[in-house]
């Protein structure tokens, strides 16, 4: 699925996952949390894509289910309320 370029796609996020974007997210390749949304807003939808973009998760593994979630966030469709 593709984010609207019309939107910014921090908006999507939750607040607790709008937080320190220029921070490393994967500790272990040294990856910002910006360059990983980066990643999905440019396509990748997997943690896999992801992985070979950015070399995230490839370490330990330990931030796996925060991108994840970044994916889920930005990925899903808009909810009317």
Do not use: F, H, W
């Not at 939107?7 to 390749?29: G, Y």
């Not at 943690?47 to 889920?72: D, F, H, M, P, S």
Request: aromatic fraction near 2%; glycine fraction near 4%.
């Amino acid at each position: 699925m593709k984010i609207d370029p019309g939107t910014n796609p921090l908006d999507k996020l939750p607040p607790i996952l709008n937080k320190d974007l220029d921070r490393n997210l994967c500790v272990c390749n040294e990856v910002l949390k910006m360059d990983i949304i980066n990643a999905i807003v440019n396509g990748a939808t997997t943690v896999e894509e992801i992985k070979e973009q950015t070399y995230a998760t490839n370490g330990i593994g330990c931030c796996t289910r925060q991108v994840e979630r970044l994916i889920e966030c930005l990925c899903s469709p808009e909810t009317e309320k």
